[in-house]
Nanobody, 127 residues
Framework: QVQLVESGGGLVQAGGSLRLSCAAS????????MGWFRQAPGKEREFVAG????????YLADSVKGRFTISRDNSKNTVYLQMNSLKPEDTAVYYC????????????????????WGQGTQVTVSS
């Protein structure tokens, strides 16, 4: 199993930046990929960004391309989501997720593809 703990959420003004962290523990050697999702009040959970653990291949949702960056530090078993040029519509609870088994074609946007989830961290962007 892999346990995930998110941190770094908070309140920022529009145009500001914030970096979220997701610390993984447990059987991290089995982890194939990590992803970030977010859920705003009254909306469905949506994919934000994903990263393959080995090699660092990334995939971003169109809504955050050019503004967000996903990265990882293998030595710390931690994945980051750097969020720049934040907009009020970015306000949501952000969740970290892990896919343990490798697949030839990652299903980044499919929630059911992931095996483990963190508890989430609140990000609020004011106007």
């Amino acid at each position: 199993q892999v346990q995930l703990v998110e941190s770094g959420g908070g309140l920022v003004q529009a145009g500001g930046s914030l970096r979220l962290s997701c610390a993984a523990s447990g059987r991290t050697f089995t982890t194939y990929a990590m992803g970030w999702f977010r859920q705003a009040p009254g909306k469905e959970r949506e994919f934000v960004a994903g990263i393959r653990w080995s090699g660092g291949l990334t995939y971003l949702a169109d809504s955050v391309k050019g503004r967000f960056t996903i990265s990882r530090d293998n030595s710390k078993n931690t994945v980051y989501l750097q969020m720049n040029s934040l907009k009020p519509e970015d306000t949501a609870v952000y969740y970290c997720a892990a896919r343990l088994s490798a697949t030839f074609r990652p299903r980044w946007t499919d929630q059911q593809w992931y095996d483990s989830w963190g508890q989430g961290t609140q990000v609020t962007v004011s106007s």
